[in-house]
């Protein structure tokens, strides 16, 4: 069993997200603060891969937290 990341938005992503057009260049970035903002609490990478594939889903999450606009937890183990 290994571990899964959670992911949540932090503040200044909530802020990125409400002042951010979708565009093509930032479609998934967008569309992965979106959810983390409906989220709360936060959500799993692999409940993440449901909703974008993996290629553009991974480059999202490891710009996002370089920015610091959103965090990662550990979560449950599977």
């Known amino acids: 069993m290994s571990d899964v990341n959670c992911y949540r938005i932090t503040s200044a992503g909530k802020a ?34 449901q909703f974008m594939p993996h290629g553009p889903l991974s480059r999202a999450i490891e710009s996002l937290l370089a920015l610091g606009l959103i965090e990662s937890r550990p979560g449950p183990h599977p």
């Open 16 to 49: 990125v997200a409400a002042w951010e057009h979708c565009n093509e260049r930032t479609r998934h970035i967008v569309d992965l603060l979106e959810l983390l903002q409906s989220s709360g609490h936060g959500v799993a990478e692999t409940q993440l891969r």
